[in-house]
Protein backbone atom coordinates (compact mmCIF):
# COMPACT_ATOMS: atom_id res chain seq x y z
CA UNK A 1 0.00 0.00 0.00
CA UNK A 2 1.33 3.42 -1.16
CA UNK A 3 0.21 6.63 0.65
CA UNK A 4 -0.75 9.32 -1.69
CA UNK A 5 -0.85 12.91 -1.18
CA UNK A 6 -2.12 15.49 -3.15
CA UNK A 7 -1.55 18.88 -3.11
CA UNK A 8 -1.83 22.29 -5.06
CA UNK A 9 -5.77 23.14 -5.54
CA UNK A 10 -7.19 25.88 -4.34
CA UNK A 11 -10.37 28.46 -4.72
CA UNK A 12 -9.19 30.33 -8.27
CA UNK A 13 -10.98 32.62 -10.57
CA UNK A 14 -12.11 31.03 -13.71
CA UNK A 15 -9.23 31.70 -16.77
CA UNK A 16 -6.66 30.86 -14.08
CA UNK A 17 -4.07 27.93 -14.00
CA UNK A 18 -3.44 25.65 -11.44
CA UNK A 19 -0.48 22.85 -11.00
CA UNK A 20 -1.33 20.13 -8.66
CA UNK A 21 0.83 17.68 -7.15
CA UNK A 22 0.87 14.16 -5.73
CA UNK A 23 3.82 12.42 -4.25
CA UNK A 24 4.35 9.39 -2.01
CA UNK A 25 6.20 10.92 1.06
CA UNK A 26 8.68 7.86 2.54
CA UNK A 27 8.62 5.88 -0.90
CA UNK A 28 10.16 5.92 -4.25
CA UNK A 29 7.32 6.74 -6.75
CA UNK A 30 8.99 6.51 -9.89
CA UNK A 31 7.87 2.63 -10.74
CA UNK A 32 4.59 3.25 -10.32
CA UNK A 33 2.27 4.29 -13.11
CA UNK A 34 -0.40 7.62 -11.94
CA UNK A 35 -3.31 8.81 -12.83
CA UNK A 36 -5.39 11.35 -12.22
CA UNK A 37 -9.22 11.36 -11.47
CA UNK A 38 -11.80 13.88 -10.92
CA UNK A 39 -15.39 14.12 -9.20
CA UNK A 40 -17.84 17.01 -8.53
CA UNK A 41 -20.90 17.15 -6.54
CA UNK A 42 -23.26 15.03 -7.52
CA UNK A 43 -21.35 13.60 -10.25
CA UNK A 44 -19.45 10.08 -10.86
CA UNK A 45 -15.71 10.07 -10.74
CA UNK A 46 -13.98 11.00 -13.68
CA UNK A 47 -10.44 9.77 -15.63
CA UNK A 48 -8.67 13.36 -15.70
CA UNK A 49 -5.09 11.75 -17.42
CA UNK A 50 -2.58 9.08 -16.70
CA UNK A 51 1.46 8.18 -17.07
CA UNK A 52 3.13 5.72 -17.37
CA UNK A 53 6.20 5.19 -15.00
CA UNK A 54 9.13 6.41 -17.61
CA UNK A 55 6.88 9.29 -18.42
CA UNK A 56 7.28 8.37 -22.11
CA UNK A 57 3.43 7.40 -21.96
CA UNK A 58 0.31 9.67 -21.45
CA UNK A 59 -3.12 9.34 -21.90
CA UNK A 60 -6.18 11.87 -21.03
CA UNK A 61 -9.71 11.65 -20.92
CA UNK A 62 -11.71 12.54 -23.79
CA UNK A 63 -12.75 15.78 -22.72
CA UNK A 64 -9.59 16.72 -20.69
CA UNK A 65 -7.70 16.58 -24.16
CA UNK A 66 -6.25 20.59 -24.40
CA UNK A 67 -6.50 22.33 -21.00
CA UNK A 68 -4.92 19.47 -18.89
CA UNK A 69 -1.14 18.21 -19.32
CA UNK A 70 0.28 15.39 -16.74
CA UNK A 71 4.34 15.29 -16.21
CA UNK A 72 6.31 13.46 -13.56
CA UNK A 73 9.74 14.60 -12.29
CA UNK A 74 11.13 10.93 -10.67
CA UNK A 75 14.15 12.64 -9.56
CA UNK A 76 11.58 14.48 -7.23
CA UNK A 77 9.23 11.68 -6.75
CA UNK A 78 6.28 13.78 -7.71
CA UNK A 79 3.67 13.64 -10.73
CA UNK A 80 1.89 16.91 -11.70
CA UNK A 81 -1.34 17.49 -13.39
CA UNK A 82 -1.19 20.98 -14.68
CA UNK A 83 -4.53 22.78 -15.70
CA UNK A 84 -5.13 25.84 -17.80
CA UNK A 85 -7.64 28.20 -18.55
CA UNK A 86 -9.80 26.79 -15.62
CA UNK A 87 -13.95 26.57 -15.85
CA UNK A 88 -16.51 26.82 -13.22
CA UNK A 89 -17.41 22.79 -14.30
CA UNK A 90 -13.84 22.21 -13.28
CA UNK A 91 -14.63 22.46 -9.64
CA UNK A 92 -13.79 19.25 -8.54
CA UNK A 93 -11.98 17.02 -5.95
CA UNK A 94 -9.11 15.84 -7.53
CA UNK A 95 -7.62 12.76 -6.71
CA UNK A 96 -3.85 11.20 -7.94
CA UNK A 97 -3.81 6.89 -7.88
CA UNK A 98 -1.00 4.87 -8.29
CA UNK A 99 -0.31 1.17 -9.35
CA UNK A 100 2.90 -0.12 -9.71
CA UNK A 101 3.64 -1.10 -13.48
CA UNK A 102 1.95 -0.62 -16.58
CA UNK A 103 -0.98 1.94 -16.44
CA UNK A 104 -4.24 0.56 -15.26
CA UNK A 105 -7.88 0.13 -17.40
CA UNK A 106 -9.53 2.85 -16.02
CA UNK A 107 -9.74 3.33 -12.27
CA UNK A 108 -8.31 0.21 -11.58
CA UNK A 109 -5.77 1.65 -9.44
CA UNK A 110 -4.26 -0.18 -5.90
CA UNK A 111 -3.60 3.18 -4.26
CA UNK A 112 -5.77 6.63 -3.84
CA UNK A 113 -4.78 9.75 -1.99
CA UNK A 114 -7.60 11.85 -0.31
CA UNK A 115 -7.62 14.56 -2.93
CA UNK A 116 -7.69 17.97 -3.04
CA UNK A 117 -10.55 20.32 -3.48
CA UNK A 118 -10.40 22.86 -6.44
CA UNK A 119 -12.89 25.39 -6.51
CA UNK A 120 -12.98 27.88 -9.80
CA UNK A 121 -15.35 30.60 -9.39
CA UNK A 122 -17.03 33.28 -12.64
Known amino acids: QVHLVESGGGSVQAGDSLRLSCTAPGRTFSRYAVGWFRQAPGKEREFVAAINWRGDFTHYGDSMKGRFTISRDNAKDTVYLEILSLKPEDTAVYYC???????????????WGQGTQVTVSS
Open 97 to 111: AADLGAVPEGDNYDN
